[in-house]
């Protein structure tokens, strides 16, 4: 079935560090990838989605690229923030016609100190 | 954008009670609505699928006796946890379909005592 491993945290930065998260995904054909993040008391927000290969989301400085062919949607940013802890969520939603759940890696927990 | 409230933010109920949790949308038709369960430093686990008007599609190994989804309107979604146990004590997020992307709820925190 489908599934979604991401790297395991936390993960602990300085200001202005760069970051990595790491998430690859198995599924079947060309998945939709989203990453979400989830800032403490609050809900799922999305952060940035991108829906064939090659393809690169990004918003508010972070960054993934869709890379099929090492199952990869790696989220990256150039210079983190304090504004930017909280726990960041690889997904996936299967490419097959009507699919709508997603499938959530298992979080991971980003702390960035000043 | 699309808001969906969840409420209660956390409740702490004794064994053997049920407990309600809802999920509106505030600005938006939500005709499908999803419920998660979130362990703790785990992902989330979707329970359920609900769609407004019909019963609700729950996961393999999900209790549909226990975890009750209501969905009568586009705009309320709601889970109750029926008779419920220690080992019932969770977060549980319901997200909303939107369009080609979804939104989500705050979350409950439920302690069972």
């Known amino acids: 079935g489908n599934s979604v491993t991401q790297m395991e945290g936390p993960v602990t930065l300085s200001e202005e560090a760069f970051l990595t998260i790491n998430c690859t995904y198995t599924?079947?054909?060309?998945?939709?990838l989203f990453w979400y993040v989830q800032y403490p008391g609050e809900g799922l927000q999305l952060l940035l989605k991108?829906?064939?290969?090659?393809d690169k989301g990004s918003n508010k400085g972070f960054e993934a690229t869709y890379r099929k062919e090492t199952t990869s949607f790696h989220l990256e940013k150039g210079s983190v923030q304090v504004s930017d802890s909280a726990v960041y969520f690889c997904a996936l939603r299967s490419p097959v016609q009507g699919a709508q759940k997603l499938v959530f890696g298992q979080g991971t927990r980003l702390t960035i100190n000043p | 954008g699309a808001v969906v409230s969840q409420h209660p933010s956390w409740v702490i109920c004794k064994s053997g009670t049920s407990v309600k949790i809802e999920c509106r949308s505030l600005?938006?038709?939500?005709?499908?609505m999803f419920w998660y369960r979130q362990f703790p430093k785990q992902s989330l686990m979707l329970m359920a699928t609900?769609?407004?008007?019909?019963?609700?599609?729950?996961e393999q190994g999900v209790e549909k006796d226990k975890f009750l989804i209501n969905h009568a309107s586009l705009t309320l979604s709601t889970l109750t946890v029926t008779s419920a146990h220690p080992e019932d004590s969770s977060f549980y997020i319901c997200s909303a379909r939107v369009g080609d992307g979804y939104t989500f709820g705050s979350g409950t925190r439920l302690t069972v005592v």
């Open positions: 609900s769609n407004e008007g019909s019963k609700a599609t729950y």
């Open positions: 991108a829906t064939k290969a090659d």
């Open positions: 599924a079947t054909g060309y998945p939709s």
């Open positions: 600005d938006f038709q939500a005709t499908t």
